[in-house]
């Protein structure tokens, strides 16, 4: 569920905490984009938005695709959120033909 401490920053949900398999360990700091789906050591994700930071040390689980975070920014506090794993809709920039899965 989307919680009410959310602004263009980023999205935190609330929920039953993810688990982390070495809660003790950070990651060093690296790019992330818009729609980038990490998890601070309270379990609790955060879907970035458009003014989030340029880099993180928190694990990506996921990113919302560009297609979708429009939708996802209009999610309201209080709002069920549901994600799953999904392959691009479309090629990356650079790819040639797309090849059976």
């Known amino acids: 569920m989307a ?4 602004d ?3 999205m935190r949900l609330q ?5 982390h398999r070495w809660p003790d360990r950070q990651l060093p700091g690296e790019g992330v984009t818009r729609g980038a789906i990490q998890v601070p050591p309270n379990g609790l994700p ?3 938005g458009p003014d989030h930071p340029i880099t993180g040390s928190y ?5 919302i695709t560009d297609e979708d975070i429009d939708k996802v ?13 999904a392959r691009p809709r479309s090629r990356l920039p650079g790819q ?3 090849q059976a899965w």
């Open 3 to 6: 919680s009410n401490r959310s």
């Open 46 to 48: 955060v879907i970035l």
């Open 59 to 63: 694990p990506v689980v996921g990113v």
């Open 8 to 10: 263009r920053v980023g």
């Open 96 to 98: 040639g033909v797309t």
């Open 73 to 85: 920014a209009q999610i309201r506090p209080g709002q069920y959120v549901r994600l799953h794993w």
């Open 15 to 19: 929920g039953r905490p993810l688990q």
